[in-house]
């Protein structure tokens, strides 16, 4: 499965049912397997199960046959065995003993019945493509009370909700009273665990799986592995150091502003849970706790690609000195335009291939720029020189792969090339770097194209020593428009980036923001269920800049000013959205409307 954060925002349905917890929540599970679960925007049945329930072993088939009734790229059940005195070994047990064909995730430190508060087993959760908590109580009405089974059943609650929120409308039931057995695994469920201490086997082990071996594996980005319990026990103190105070793992955007794919944001609760862990003496606890080491696709993970674009050449990445920033060039071989489905980007030297940005060019402009530069590829810090005619997208140490949906695709003409705007750290020894790219190409027919806004302003002249320089723009929607991601982009001055956008009627959709702009950890972040914003939308971007003496990333000595360009020292402030339409018009309405605000925007400035 792929690796994503399980990250759903579940909110009550207002006005319907006024459950205690109205915030959104976060979190992430592994399943029994070890694999990371997580929504993927499908409508997802959450139910806990306990080992030794009568009513959870029943509860078995009849999940079963809704696992198979349902369609599962739209729907998916999951089990959850929350309890601290059942070790996952047990719990793989007991779902190889009443044959459970759905995925049972395993909470091992109580944070998914935390957060949901689970009164009964069996209990059902079932949360709607948006985030939002539509249904909570029975399966069915198999049973009056405990030890009282009705011989015939006749509402089926869990699966009546799922067949609402599959077709559009409203649950007609968003609340019932579960039969069972009292859940109790957790002390009055919210409180802390009955075990005298957090073990790396049962909780620590199950959140470097999900958020750290990706990178921190052998081979890999990361400096040291932590794959097993000496790995990460001699690093213990470091581990709680860094995630106390989130510089790892790396993941810039603010928790509920906009809800992206493949969050890496450690949840407050694992963050207390490593502290705890690190403060306990790191202690290894019992192996039948411990999750199946993760397994990494040693093919392409999206199976076999219609082609793979590599570098033309290797490049030797130095031993030490600073990071480099350089884009290599080439062609891609196709007999007719087409369109992108999905990609996924393989860095030759893991190690040090910090990201990879891969935009596409139909001018030869990028050709030329190659020409030019002696070595292999040409020096590319900020844009890629020149004005791409698209884009594949952006790869990250941790980032997944990802199909589009069918029917939307990325334009790719006949005749582009790739162009892999590569960002290298050296790491103590030398290396050549060759990365390559699959490319999967649309099979069906493209009615919605994949497109990008370029929001953002020329107009930079930050004074040296100026600590708070701010830089604003904006544009209105000339049509509705299918958000489906988002990419901001400032150099090594930017300190902050926010961006709104506000509807018709004044409600206001936040898109991102990130408090401490990083050049080194700029991503590409996809939205984890497209934003919907109708004509008439206004978008907002406010950027803050930091040319003083106190940012540590100032690239000057002493501080100097620093306009807009593409080299390190200089500055750009840029946003780019994307979003897909079924109407290529409206691809050339907002285009219009994108130049016309910065045109708009300049004449407003100049005196």
């Known amino acids: ?95 190889d003993e009443y044959k459970a064909t759905f995925t049972i995730l395993f909470d091992a430190s109580g944070t998914l019945a935390r957060q949901l508060k689970p009164k009964t087993l069996p209990e059902a959760f079932v949360i709607a493509r948006t985030g939002q908590i539509a249904y909570r109580g029975r399966i069915d009405d198999g049973f009056v009370a405990p030890a009282s089974p009705r011989t015939v059943v006749s509402h089926h609650e869990l699966a009546d909700a799922i067949d609402d929120l599959v077709a559009g409308r409203a649950v007609r039931a968003p609340e019932t009273k579960a039969v069972g057995c009292i859940f109790e695994a957790w002390d009055k469920h919210v409180g802390a665990t009955t075990r005298q201490s957090v073990t790396y086997s049962r909780d620590i082990a199950p959140i470097l799986n999900a958020s750290c071996v990706q990178c921190h594996r052998e081979g890999d980005v990361a400096p040291f592995p932590l794959a097993s319990y000496e790995d990460a026990a001699k690093r213990a103190k470091f581990i709680a150091s860094v995630t106390a105070d989130r510089s790892m793992p790396p993941w810039k955007a603010e928790p509920n502003f906009g809800h992206f794919q493949d969050e890496r944001r450690l949840s407050d609760d694992e963050i207390r849970l490593i502290g705890e862990w690190t403060a306990a003496g790191a202690p290894e606890g019992n192996r039948d706790d411990l999750p199946p080491p993760r397994k990494f696709a040693s093919g392409w993970a999206l199976g076999e690609p219609d082609l793979v674009v590599r570098m033309p050449e290797p490049f030797t990445v130095p031993a030490d000195g600073r990071d480099v920033y350089r884009a290599f060039v080439a062609p891609v071989d196709i007999p007719a335009d087409s369109y992108v489905a999905g990609f996924e980007f393989r860095p030759d030297a893991a190690s040090v291939v910090h990201h990879c940005i891969m935009y596409l060019d139909t001018t030869g402009r990028a050709r030329q720029l190659d020409a030019d530069d002696p070595k292999p590829g040409y020096v590319s810090f900020g844009g890629p020189g020149f004005l791409p005619s698209g884009a594949l997208g952006g790869w990250a140490p941790g980032a997944a792969p990802h199909r589009l949906p069918d029917g939307v695709g990325k334009p790719l ?33 493209v009615t919605q194209v994949v497109a990008m806004i370029p929001l953002g302003t020329r107009d930079i002249d930050i004074p040296a020593g100026e600590s708070n320089y701010v830089r604003e723009a904006s544009m209105t929607l000339p049509c509705d428009a299918t958000i489906t991601g988002i990419t901001p982009h400032m150099h090594l001055l930017g300190r902050e980036m926010k961006v709104t956008a506000t509807k018709t009627d004044g409600a206001i959709v936040p898109m991102i923001w990130i408090k401490d702009w990083d050049f080194r950890w700029q991503d590409q972040y996809a939205y984890a269920e497209p934003i919907m914003l109708p004509k008439g939308t206004r978008i907002d971007l406010r950027a803050v800049y930091d040319n003083s003496v106190d940012n540590p990333r100032q690239p000057n000595d002493p501080p100097k000013r620093v306009r807009r360009g593409e080299q390190t020292t200089d500055e750009m402030c840029l946003c780019f959205i994307q979003y897909q339409t079924g109407d290529r018009n409206d691809i050339r309405l907002i285009r219009r409307a994108a130049v016309g605000a910065r045109i708009q925007q300049a004449l407003e400035r100049t005196p």
């Not at 990371?36 to 030794?52: H, M, N, P, Q």
């Not at 009568?54 to 079963?64: D, E, F, G, H, K």
């Not at 790739?418 to 390559?436: I, K």
Request: a positive charge; one cysteine or more.
């Open 1 to 95: 499965m792929h690796r994503r954060r399980f990250a759903l925002a579940l909110v009550c349905l207002l006005c319907s049912v006024n459950w205690a917890q109205a915030d959104p929540v976060s979190f992430r599970a592994t399943d029994l397997d070890g694999s990371i679960f997580t929504s993927d925007g499908r409508v997802t049945a959450v139910v806990f199960l306990g080992t030794e329930c009568p009513i959870s072993r029943r509860a078995v088939p009849t999940l079963n046959e809704q696992r198979a009734k349902f369609d599962p790229n739209l729907v998916q059940i999951v089990g959850v065995i929350s309890d601290p005195t059942v070790t996952r070994k047990a719990a793989v047990q007991f779902r």
């Open 413 to 445: 003409e006949k005749g582009s090339d790739l162009v892999f705007q590569m960002h290298y750290h050296p790491d103590g020894r030398e290396h050549a770097d060759r990365s390559s790219v699959a490319i999967y190409l649309a099979k069906k027919p």
